[in-house]
């Protein structure tokens, strides 16, 4: 009875591929979120908060990484040491700001924010993130597209992600410290 399931999911998986990358966001992103919580030594937990997070890692992160993995590829296509450095350097041109601003905008909106705070939350952290990832994603990146078939990039990618998620969450949880302080 389960192995007729199992051959559906796989199937939908396959015919699918990006809802395989949805799921595993929809999942870590929360979980690095509750792992920042307790490394802040939080008394409760957020879970509104972490539930903010797995909306946005499964319906924003997630597809739009699996739609970079396939422009990347076709813009620069090939697997070589050389190409992969190409694609990790464009992707630190093209799609990490875009990713870094989306967070932030997506975040405050998820939580009600105003444009004009979603406006002085992005200024406040784009650089610092943007800082921090480029001492990160670009080696990851050449490695993911140099030596990872491309149905498996997402996933591999979602490995470091959950690390990097963990101090997003971190970065976002300095702001709001920082706007309660003030207030």
Do not use: H
Request: hydrophobic share 45%; with cysteine; glycine share 4%.
């Amino acid at each position: 009875m389960a192995a007729p399931v199992v051959i559906r999911i796989r199937s939908f998986i396959k015919d699918y591929p990006v809802v395989k990358g949805m799921v595993t966001y929809a999942v870590l992103w929360p979980i690095s979120n509750i792992c920042q919580q307790t490394i802040q030594g939080r008394e409760q937990y957020n879970f509104v908060e972490a539930a903010r997070f797995s909306i946005f890692g499964s319906f924003v992160v997630a597809p739009s990484l699996y739609a970079w993995v396939r422009i990347a590829g076709r813009l620069i296509p090939g697997n070589t040491l050389k190409i992969a450095m190409k694609k990790a350097l464009l992707e630190q041109v093209l799609y990490s700001p875009f990713a870094i601003t989306t967070f932030y905008s997506g975040m405050c909106l998820l939580e009600n924010k105003s444009l004009e705070e979603v406006k002085t939350e992005v200024q406040a952290k784009f650089w610092p993130t943007y800082r921090t990832g480029i001492c990160i994603w670009p080696l990851v990146q050449t490695i993911n597209f140099a030596f990872i078939k491309e149905r498996n990039r997402v996933p591999v990618t979602s490995v470091v992600s959950f690390f990097w998620t963990v101090f997003l969450s971190y970065m976002k949880q300095k702001e709001l410290k920082r706007s309660t302080l003030k207030n």
